[in-house]
């Protein structure tokens, strides 16, 4: 859910490093392909290009423009759908979202054992709903800005940002 994702970190005063945080689901998860659901704006196809090259498989939902001109591109259904088409091609998924909305995907995955994480971005403030499902479900990326904190000389440090593996 990368709306929620990114204005939940941003909240918390911070950018999120996304090739950090993709390197850290891959070592710390095993993930085999992280989908990042966004809706599409034309003018951001840098952003896009820059989140495939991280290791993102983008999933575009077409956005609107309501009457204050403020742009919509909720993605919700396009998870839920993109989560029951690949599910049996994974063990496990891991799930980024606050969003309580997708507490129904959460639950069934929880039911059938086929989810591994859910990843809450902002600890101070994500659904109720959510905060209903079993602990040892969820961890807050709120609790890793020191590994996934964006700098402008974040990847001119060190060659491989993100070690969660001996």
């Known amino acids: 859910d990368g709306q929620n994702l990114n204005l939940s970190v941003r909240e918390l005063g911070w950018k999120i490093d996304y090739r950090r945080f993709f390197v850290y689901m891959k070592e710390k998860y095993d993930i085999k392909k992280a989908y990042y659901f966004i809706g599409f704006i034309e003018s951001n196809e840098i952003l896009y290009k ?19 001109g403020k742009v919509k591109g909720n993605c919700d259904a396009e998870f839920v759908l993109q989560a029951m088409i690949d599910y049996k091609e994974y063990d496990k998924a891991v799930i980024v979202t606050g969003d309580g909305d997708f507490t129904c995907l959460v639950k069934y995955f929880i039911e059938k054992g086929k989810l591994r994480k ?49």
Do not use: W
């Not at 820059?50 to 204050?68: A, N, S």
């Not at 964006?150 to 969660?164: A, F, L, W």
């Open 118 to 166: 859910l990843l809450v971005p902002n600890q101070k403030r994500y659904s109720s709903l959510l905060k209903k499902m079993p602990s040892g479900y969820i961890a807050f990326i709120s609790d890793l800005k020191n590994k996934l904190k964006y700098s402008k000389n974040s990847h001119k440090k060190e060659k491989n940002p993100v070690r969660t593996k001996p």
């Open 50 to 68: 820059f989140l495939q090259e991280c290791g993102f498989v983008l999933i575009f939902k077409p956005t609107l423009r309501g009457p204050e």
